[in-house]
Structure formats: structure tokens, C-alpha cells
């Protein structure tokens, strides 16, 4: 039965969200049940076309992302493959009627880490932004709307300032691996290797003013996401404080991380102000 096979290859997805980010697995469990396996065929895609241009280090990364895009678009128009990620993903694509303009801007980004390293300007930061973090928040946001479509133009900026929050925290988190590893510099007008507490601080209320406007938008989510996506919310917020009073050349050192004990006392405070209907 190819029921059999779509619900395995769901399950390959939850695993690969669970595998690669406890902190992501965690605000997916807090979604209803309803709506957290589409939210974790997303992760699933876009965590392996990430993985594929940051990891795959020794082989051919642009015919690897090149044939995970092919394999992609053969499994929407065959509606199946037997890649349980590429066959979970363009189920929900097409369930949630997911535009493929999203998907193509997350693809433009990942080659995009393949021939630059460097991001002279805002507008070239913005659309790198835009590609690889904006647009996956849209596509969740076409899952927890469930096709209202006047509800996803209402949301959309905010879900898609969410989106730039989280990646530039992750950016500021992994500084020295993007820096040292990967020799890439996402921010315009930092050289990292003279990484000060100005830079530093001009990233962060950036930051801020991203989590102050998609805040405005998680109260207005449906009951079945709101919780889910708080979670994240107070989740990078605590990393994006943690960075704040990290020195800045020991984030240029280390990869700042949230304890799972914190992490565990957030969704504890996650959960009683959402009861209190504080969000």
C-alpha cells in the first residue's frame, strides 16, 4: 500500500528534524497534531538541500543540489519517489498549495553558498535572506493558515520576519564556523576579523526590531501553530540574549549554545503564559 510508504517517509522526515535540531523538534511537537507532519516534511527539504552546501565537504555539491532539485520537481509531477523526503515534501506542497516561486528562492540561496562568500551589500543580504529563511517561513505559514488565503496575506510579513530572525541569530551563532570553515560573511560592511561590540550590537537590534514586528504576527496565528511557534520565538530570543552578553570575540571563537535545561525552562514559561492567554 503506498499509504504505508507515505507514512514512512513522513516518519524519515520527523526523524531528520529530530536528528539534526532538538530545539526545532521540540517547537514542531508543541503544533497541533494535525499539522506537525507537514511542518516536518519542510524541515526535512530544506535541511538537506542546507546540508548538502555546508557539509558535503570532498564531494560535487553542485551536482549534488542539482539533482535533489531535478529529483523534486519528478517527484511533484509523478507524485511520488523514492526519496521518503523529496516524497513527504511535494505531498505538502501540493496539500497546502505551496507557490513554487518559495521554493525556487530557497534553492537560488543554497547555490548561492556555493559561489559567494561575501555580501557587500544590504540588498544582496536581503535576498540571500529572503531565499534561505523568509520563504520557509511562508511555507509553514500556507500549512498553519490551511488555506485561508486572506489570513496568509495578513501574516506574511511577520512570518517572513520571524524568518530573517531566526537566520540572522544563526548566523551571529555560528560566526565562527561560517567564518573559519565555510570562509563565508553573510553581513555587509563587518569584517569579522576584527569583529567588534559595535558590529555586534548593530546585529542585534536588527534583530530585535525583526522579533518585535513577527511577535505582532504569532497572536494572530490559529490556535493550532500559536503555541508551536512561541516556543521558537522564546527559544531564539533567550540564544539572541545569551549572544548579547557573550564578548564578541568569544562568538568569534565558539558556537554559543542554549543548555537543555534552559531550553526546558522556557517551554515551561512558554506554556504558562500561552494558558494565560498572554499571547
Known sequence: MKQLFDDVSF???KLVTKNYSTSFSLA???LSPSIRDAIYSIYGFVRFADEI??????????SLITEFEDEYYKAFDRGISLNP?????????????ISDDLIQAFLKSMKLDLIKSDYHSKAEYDDYIYGS???VGLMCLKVFVAGDDKRYEQLKDEAMRLGSAFQKVNFLRDLKDDNLVLNRNYFPGVDLNSFDENAKTAIINEIEEDFRVAYEGIVKLPIEAKFGVY???VYYKKLLK???NTPCHEIGNARIRVSNYTKAGLLAKSFVSYK???V
Request: glycine share 2%; aromatic share 12%; hydrophobic share 40%.
Open 11 to 13: 516518519k524519515c522526515s
Open 28 to 30: 514542531v511537537y508543541m
Open 53 to 62: 552546501v555546508d557539509s558535503f565537504h570532498g564531494f560535487d555539491k553542485e
Open 85 to 97: 523526503i523529496l516524497n513527504s515534501f511535494q505531498q505538502t506542497v501540493k496539500q497546502n498549495n
Open 133 to 135: 529563511a523568509d520563504v
Open 231 to 233: 516556543t521558537a520565538f
Open 242 to 244: 545569551k549572544l548579547e
Open 276 to 278: 494565560l492567554k498572554l
